[in-house]
């Protein structure tokens, strides 16, 4: 190993959790502890870095809380940066700015920002901080560039230094879009780049970085520009939050020619797309969802929603590691309106019962090598240009809600296809497309970033891989400036160096090639027209098919459910705009997860549409022993002799503890005067009682 490899590797093991020190659960919050809001997870992130930082941090650290920090890399309360009073100078003419140059806000006094050089230094500052007062990780989140913006006097800079030409407006034209949007996401890269270089070079090495980050799909969606994938392979970066929730999720899109949301869909295709940003690159992901969202709804359609995205985050049995909520002091203090009432209240306690059972949860969660029920080895490719040619529209071409992604995925999904994302900026890893059969790509709503995309590609397809590539390649951004139609390549579109690589030379629509042990199908259809009109995607789903059969695969399975078992728990999903509208019915004996009141079922029936979490009694661990299987508190100090059994169960102040214990035989006494309840068939007894921030001490007998 050389020198250079030996420092890195080195700093890596430095930057790894303590031995038993647990970090699986964490929640980012901006305020003192306060008893009514302490969630009991692992890690306290701290937000913001400002004069009441170490009281705020130690506030949670005398809890027994991890302390770790997160700030903005994109906006902040950074007003003594733009006031002047950093470093002299005054830096809102850095805020990115609209064609009609206004700044673009996101809350007074705090815009959005170019990342100039004295930028990257303020947010160092706040960082060397927050290492000063022995934080174990740094989160800079949601690097961001509006589409629209890129009219500021900095940002016309770094278009000149980086491509060398004068800046063009980003409206002018496709290219303009194109490359505007391209230096956007170089810019906030480079940004992260440097802030992570400093972070282990002061912390020498003791400090990991993660970037929360909305999904890619996400970002395509609401006209943002963002490193995303490429960040996976950026020094000094250790992992993601992958920040999918209700609002996130919430975004319509098109399938059988309506618009709607689809929230559990879309939440499985954000995390999907997440997971994959960092599956071949062995970093971590933390998965993060909220018990309710930024958009101010009732508490009924937080819960609903809430359920969605919990069980599409679930479904990923690679991933043990979660954030539980951001701001539970907003959950727990906040006051929103329920269904038929116009009068805002707080967090009823059913609700607050059943999302402390889900969260608690999380901290058994195991990792698991079972795989998600359905067909498997189908993907999609996707590449971060996605973003890149989202805003505005250019000579008439238009992509409405990412049709042209969705088209490839939702005919798919909505027939139980756990459809896999494949990050163009992964393909050079080894096992990028390990368990890839057949892949499915188009050019319509993105581009590839270099040649190696394709060669790549076709060294996969050569291999025995299954290619389809679908699209007309007549979209306005086939035509920018880039490297498939400069320095002595002349192509029309980008995919014609895509099919030399392949040795096709007639390009046929509907022919299928065979490349080396490989096929390509090709199809002159873009993907948007399968899904924003109805019944326009069965050729496409039965040329997957027949592509999978040709790729080797034995299992194709159309459905209209998702089910996956991760040790004790079972999750799933049944889809509704299916054409099977059969509900799904699990065998118990069960608790269900998602009733405050946990009751043991000799049997789940799930309809289209719905979701479940379940804990399976036959496939609890240790059977026969005692043991809490599920619980609205975090519990600690389990301890079993002879025919006693005891625990701590702690949680937040004010709400109220519902849980399940697995015993031998049926209790004859339970102390504290705490409710009690034995189930005989299932051997498990069922307690209620108010909850602890200091803990209640349970003592059974039996």
């Not at 890399?73 to 940066?81: F, K, L, T």
């Not at 508490?299 to 539970?328: C, G, H, I, S």
Request: aromatic share 14%; net charge neutral; proline share 6%.
């Amino acid at each position: 190993m050389n020198t250079k490899n030996s420092v890195l590797a080195a700093l890596l093991l430095l930057a790894m959790p303590a031995l038993g020190q647990k970090e699986k659960t964490s929640f980012q919050i901006a305020e003192k502890w306060r008893p009514e809001y302490d969630v009991r997870a692992d890690v306290a992130i701290m937000y913001g870095m400002d004069s009441t930082f170490h009281e705020r941090a130690q506030s949670w650290k005398e809890k027994g809380y991890t302390i770790q920090f997160m700030t903005g890399i994109a906006w902040g309360e950074y007003q003594d940066y733009f006031k002047g009073n950093f470093d002299g100078s005054t830096h809102f003419e850095e805020g990115q700015k609209d064609v009609s140059g206004n700044i673009i806000w996101h809350g007074p006094e705090v815009p959005y920002i170019v990342p100039t050089e004295s930028y990257i230094k303020y947010i160092q500052s706040h960082v060397k901080k927050a290492i000063d007062e022995g934080v174990t990780a740094i989160y800079l989140e949601e690097p961001e560039f509006w589409a629209f913006g890129g009219y500021e006097e900095p940002f016309k800079k770094a278009w000149q230094d980086y491509y060398g030409f004068a800046w063009m407006p980003q409206d002018s034209t496709a290219e303009a879009t194109y490359l505007s949007s391209k230096l956007k996401y170089q810019l906030f890269f480079n940004a992260l780049k440097e802030v992570f270089l400093y972070v282990k070079d002061y912390s020498k090495g003791k400090v990991r970085c993660f970037v929360p980050t909305h999904s890619l799909l996400n970002y395509a969606s609401w006209h943002i520009v963002s490193p995303e994938a490429s960040l996976a392979q950026l020094p000094g970066m250790d992992g993601y939050i992958a920040q999918v929730w209700t609002g996130t999720s919430r975004v319509p899109n098109y399938f059988n020619g309506v618009r709607k949301e689809r929230v559990f869909e879309n939440a499985y295709l954000e995390y999907n797309t997440l997971y994959s940003m960092i599956a071949p690159t062995k970093k971590q992901v933390y998965f993060l969802t909220d018990p309710i969202e930024d958009g101010v709804r009732s508490w009924d359609d937080y819960k609903v929603n809430y359920q969605a995205t919990f069980t599409a985050k679930l479904l990923y049995p690679r991933v043990d590691q979660y954030e539980v909520m951001p701001w539970p002091n907003r959950i727990y203090l906040g006051k929103f309106k329920m269904e038929g009432s116009d009068e805002a209240q707080p967090i009823s306690p059913a609700y607050a019962t059943q999302m402390q059972v889900m969260v608690n949860s999380l901290n058994d969660m195991p990792l698991s090598d079972n795989e998600v029920s359905g067909t498997q080895g189908i993907g999609v490719l996707l590449g971060n240009s996605i973003m890149f040619q989202r805003f505005p529209t250019h000579k008439g071409y238009e992509d409405p809600q990412l049709s042209n992604w969705y088209g490839m995925v939702l005919p798919l999904l909505k027939r139980g296809i756990p459809v896999q994302t494949i990050h163009m900026e992964n393909l050079g890893f080894a096992d990028a497309l390990k368990d890839i059969r057949v892949l499915i790509m188009s050019y319509a709503d993105m581009k590839p970033f270099a040649a190696s995309v394709h060669e790549q590609l076709a060294a996969w397809v050569r291999r025995g891989g299954v290619l389809v590539y679908e699209g007309r390649d007549d979209d306005p951004f086939q035509e920018v400036q880039e490297w498939w139609n400069t320095k002595g390549n002349h192509y029309k579109a980008a995919s014609e160096d895509l099919f030399k690589q392949l040795g096709i030379v007639d390009v046929v629509d509907g022919k299928t090639y065979t490349v080396g042990r490989g096929t390509v199908y090709v199809v002159r259809k873009d993907p948007k027209e399968q899904v924003m009109e109805a019944g326009q995607d069965k050729a496409f789903v039965d040329l997957i098919q027949a592509a999978y059969v040709r790729g080797g695969g034995k299992y194709w399975k159309m459905k209209n459910s998702f089910y996956l078992e991760r040790g004790p728990f079972t999750i799933a999903a049944v889809m509704d705009e299916n054409a099977d509208t059969t509900a799904l019915t699990i065998k118990g004996p069960v608790i269900d997860l998602f009733d405050p009141s946990l009751p043991v079922l000799t049997s789940k029936v799930i309809k289209p549409g719905e979701q479940a979490y379940l804990y399976a009694l036959k496939r609890r661990p240790f059977p026969g022993k005692p043991a809490v299987l599920c619980a609205a508190a975090r519990v600690t100090g389990v301890k079993s002799q002879g025919r006693s059994f005891s625990f701590t169960a702690t949680g937040p102040l004010l709400t109220n503890n519902v849980m399940r214990v697995s015993l031998p035989a049926q209790p004859v006494k339970v102390t504290g005067g705490i409710e009690w309840l034995w189930d005989k068939g299932s051997k498990t007894l069922l307690l209620k009682f108010p909850n602890s921030p200091d803990g209640v001490k349970v003592d059974i007998t039996y």
